[in-house]
């Protein structure tokens, strides 16, 4: 999307934008009325000579005038010429100030060079044909209702094929009847706070570091959110049983975010005896499962028990946050207060949507992806390891198991330099102090580097600019 | 999909539903072998016997059972046939009781023959292959960038045609980033809510019938909801200025719902001027201000004041609910708190489909279906006035100039006798007095009649078995 100026007329400038040259000329010219830089009357130049200016085909700018005729934006008239509309035109109300000059585009400038973020899959992967062959087999086999508002559940074919998935995949025990499809881990996140605070459960317990964008919704919910020791072998569950007002937990068990790990079985044993003796739940963020290298994933800590367990997953690091596709298999006794909290005429994932991800599913394609992914990421971490080791001994890198990400172990006080010096040299990074629960004392420097992030064709530019910033 | 029950071995029943024999045998063996009553080791019959006792195709049988042992549900081996696997199953959990034995697919048993429900287009008209071509282009044409985490208020494609169309079409003063893209109306209702409350408002008038889930949602958000008197002109929005708590009216001005009139010009009026004066806002709730019959649409009620109105758009009477696709057109005072009470990772409608959507109204191809569906609904609409005349001549037809729904008045006291004899018939039908607030005393008797429900292919039959149920 090049971003061109034409000079129109005397001193009028067109900003072309769009995927299109038509589009973008369609759109300059819609905003030059809307904007009144043309007025209404004012004869526009002959389609040949715009052409000219812009050195486009004249056809381009013969087209864009014409649709914009049809529109009502011009009127075009044998012996006048093309000319603006008298047509009541929407003006800016009165008022509008600053914030109506933004240009819709957000500017290239600021974004950074290299993004080694966490938390987000390689975009550039997106299975684009096989997600398109999908959406088209479930469009045409949709029955007329899927167009119609919904079981606020989701669509029983998707909870159907995902059932069988959770099941063979992670371990899960699944049935459709007890998942709900929300519109991303957040959803979900969000209706188990309502319902934990309308159960009057008032603190849930959280891991000592993790995402505060996630603990934010559950603030919101009226929650109080006292942080969980965490030492070698993962958060320490045992503690649980000593924290008298907590009604659940929010863990990340197969995959520590960010730090890495998987928690040792012990401590998924004692989260799950605690449930149990005091009647608590466990909400288990089950972000990344699929990708584990170097052994057979980690089953999810739902199998152990599933009236004690919410199984929260998501299609976010495996396909696209884009699609916000996930889902939540829920205990027996918590899917009714659920569905009440959702509500029958809830907003929920467009069927469509939920129809093609089942045929994916269902087809094998999801599988797929999930397995050249996995492959491709492997290679980086693999890759990831390697260089900081060659680059910057007193770094360890730490994590690498599993995921989308790694942690990489600064010597102490290290931290913000080197995040200082990222953002110098345009590579946005964050450290592990980011993530840490405000209770939670600082013992550790690092950095949690998601080498999923950049495309295939920028990632070995983004490891080199890491390599640079590194001690 | 055929629900067909097969005798396997003894007395197994297979039941086989989805969209194909395969994936059905599929779908009910999975089922089996979960449930429990297929075990582990158990010998099938060869592909042979089970697609004769099916009476499908060997081969069908035969895939199936392949692709159940790529699954690891079933093993193969050289002479010792197809068996169950001796993996570990998942099993029931305990306690599971009477939720698991409900059937995943729902019974057609209870469903009515015929549906005048109001709220919902005809389903089947949903035009598939023109969206299937804009989806293909969306995701041709889509930046990497739109697979990842999005801006809250949602894509700058779809903001930026928006505001066209609903400029061009409904008379709004939009600009893309006052746009805020949800996930239905009830999404954005519900945001509005939470800024309201929020912003300490404590009441909302709303109108004297309306939509109790809509008002249910405000009532969550901690709200107060007096009505507002309605006559012959419509809500009398003079009223408002004697409402001393009242922050803020749901409205329904282009078409009432259910009722079905456009709001006078001077209660308009009245409307702008009490917010101007009290610094109150109006939410416009314009479902389905595209289908106007005899004259040209009434315009939005936010074109008289874009900073003291909300403006609430939606896909789902001019398309389909399934896509859970709308918009808020927002004053610039309120971009900020809407934005941050939706949050920086908050869930919000895919942004394929959004691109999708996008693309559909860009191409005309929104404009055709909506001028499509108007002539059809114009069609059907004259069918029922003339139907009704004809059977029913103490019942008035009323709110026919616009939308999907009329109202048919009924002599006193007949209500709930004619929805006795609907149900009967097995026609689903709603009553007005559904529709109307706590508040208000009951003072007509009438049906809400949705003529754009059924398909084309049951309109003739619902039609009659209305006008058997009419005195």
Chains 1, 2 share one sequence.
Not at 18 to 24: E, F, I, S
Not at 195 to 200: G, S
Not at 361 to 384: C, I, K, P, Q
Not at 396 to 411: E, K, N
Request: proline residues 6%; positive net charge.
């Amino acid at each position: 999307m090049a971003n061109d100026w034409a000079t129109f007329g005397s001193d009028l400038h067109l900003e072309l934008r769009g995927p299109g040259l038509r589009t973008g000329l369609m759109d300059a010219l819609r905003e030059a009325v809307r904007s009144g830089r043309l007025e209404a009357g004012v004869r526009l130049p002959s389609s040949r000579s715009l052409a000219a200016d812009l050195g486009v085909a004249r056809n381009t700018v013969a087209d864009a005038y014409a649709e914009l005729v049809a529109e009502g934006w011009l009127t075009a008239r044998q012996g006048s010429g093309t000319r603006v509309a008298q047509r009541a035109v929407p003006r800016r109300p009165a008022g509008a100030g600053a914030r109506q000059a933004v240009p819709a585009s957000r500017p290239r400038t600021g974004r950074p060079a290299y993004d080694l973020k966490p938390g987000v899959p390689d975009l550039a992967s997106f299975p684009r044909a096989e997600w398109l062959k999908a959406s088209r087999r479930a469009l045409t086999a949709a029955p007329h209702e899927a167009f119609g508002y919904g079981d606020p559940r989701g669509r029983i074919e998707l909870r159907t094929v995902l059932a069988e998935y959770l099941a063979r995949a992670r371990g899960v025990h699944a049935r459709p009847e007890r998942i709900v499809i929300c519109s991303g881990f957040v959803h979900g996140l969000m209706l188990i706070g309502q319902v934990l605070r309308a159960r009057r459960v008032r603190e849930v317990a959280v891991e000592s570091y993790g995402l505060d964008e996630h603990w934010e919704l559950l603030r919101r919910a009226g929650l109080r959110l006292p942080a969980l020791p965490f030492d070698e072998l993962g958060t320490w569950t045992e503690a649980l049983g000593g924290m008298k007002g907590v009604g659940a937990v929010l863990m990340t068990a197969a995959h520590q975010f960010p730090l890495g790990g998987a928690l040792h079985p012990d401590r998924r044993v004692a989260a799950i005896d605690w449930a149990r003796a005091s009647g608590g739940l466990v909400l288990e963020d089950d972000y990344d499962g699929e990708f584990r290298y170097d052994r057979q994933p980690v089953g999810a800590l739902q199998g152990l028990d599933p009236e004690r367990v919410v199984y929260l997953g998501t299609s976010s690091k495996s396909l696209a946050p884009g699609l916000r596709l996930a889902w939540m298999v829920l205990p027996e006794s918590l899917v009714d207060e659920v569905v009440a909290a959702k509500g029958t005429v809830d907003w929920m994932c467009s069927s469509l949507e939920q129809l093609t991800f089942a045929e994916f599913l269902r087809s094998g394609a999801y599988d797929r992806h999930v397995r050249a992914m996995r492959l491709r990421y492997r290679r980086r971490r693999d890759e990831l390891v390697e260089k900081v080791a060659a680059h910057s001994p007193d770094t360890t890198v730490s994590g690498i198991a599993a995921g989308l990400h790694a942690v990489l172990r600064l010597p102490p006080g290290q931290e913000p330099e080197v995040l200082r010096s990222a953002a110098w040299q345009g590579l946005a990074l964050l450290g592990l102090n980011r993530f840490r629960h405000p209770d939670v004392p600082q013992t550790q420097d690092g950095l949690v580097v998601g080498y999923a992030t950049p495309p295939d064709s920028g990632w070995a530019g983004a490891l080199s600019a890491l390599c640079r910033v590194l001690p």
